[in-house]
Antibody
Framework: QVQLKESGPGLVRPSQTLSLTCAIS??????????WSWIRQSPSRGFEWLGR?????????NYAVSVEGRITVSPDTSKNQFSLQLRSVIPEDTAVYYC??????????WGHGTTVTVSS | DVVMTQSPLSLPVTLGQPASISCRSS???????????LNWFQQRPGQSPRRLIY???TRDSGVPDRFSGSGSGTDFTLKISRVEAEDVGVYYC??????????FGQGTKLEI
């Protein structure tokens, strides 16, 4: 079955860049029937969808307005994974970060999540 | 963005008794393809979210049949026919009709 696994540093300093990777097994990041999303959860903001990428003859990227300008979601076809970069982080970016598969309005598979703390 | 509003935010229940959670959206969740993309997730303490219901009323594989989803348009309900101890956790509704961004309710904490 499809599995997603997030990885990356658990602590990021303010103003630095948060970088996470989501490894995919059982599906392909280049699938033309799936999109690959990042979502975060924090006590203050609840769940927040951040962005996604998907391939439909070309790579497409969508980002939440709340983080647009600071976020990049990138596919890595050689490793069958995708990544999240969030620049200029602040303490309010502290959250559990999840990656998830979206098969056209159908977010059916989630990773277990990884906790990221923004602190000096 | 579509605002999702859940009620109640806290739901004390008795084992074996039914439970019901409401979710309302600020816009209709009927997509132009005719489907309604309203999902219900369960998050047990310390775990990642697990989807229970999609398209408002379809149970995911392996989800006990005591869980049911109903509703249309802007008003939706998750019902548990007989609450069991393993059902303790927080329940979230999420819309995937209007994207991006997908949006979530605030969560309802179910406690025995």
């Amino acid at each position: 079955q499809v599995q997603l696994k997030e990885s990356g540093p658990g602590l990021v300093r303010p103003s630095q860049t948060l970088s996470l990777t989501c490894a995919i097994s059982g599906d392909s990041v280049s699938s033309n029937t799936a999109a690959w999303s990042w979502i975060r959860q924090s006590p203050s903001r609840g769940f927040e969808w951040l962005g996604r990428t998907y391939y439909r003859s070309m790579w497409i990227y969508n980002y939440a307005v709340s983080v647009e300008g600071r976020i990049t979601v990138s596919p890595d076809t050689s490793k069958n994974q995708f990544s999240l970069q969030l620049r200029s982080v602040i303490p309010e970016d502290t959250a559990v970060y999840y990656c998830a598969r979206d098969r056209g309005h159908d977010m059916d598979v989630w990773g277990h999540g990884t906790t990221v703390t923004v602190s000096s | 963005d579509v605002v999702m509003t859940q009620s109640p935010l806290s739901l004390p229940v008795t084992l074996g008794q039914p439970a019901s959670i409401s979710c309302r959206s600020s816009q209709s969740l009927v997509h132009s393809d005719g489907n309604t993309y309203l999902n219900w997730f369960q998050q047990r303490p310390g775990q990642s979210p697990r989807r229970l219901i999609y398209q408002a009323s379809t149970r995911d594989s392996g989800v006990p049949d005591r869980f049911s989803g109903s509703g249309s348009g802007t008003d939706f309900t998750l019902k548990i026919s007989r609450v069991e101890a393993e059902d303790v956790g927080v329940y979230y509704c999420m819309q995937t009709t209007h994207s991006p961004p997908y949006t979530f309710g605030q969560g309802t904490k179910l406690e025995i």
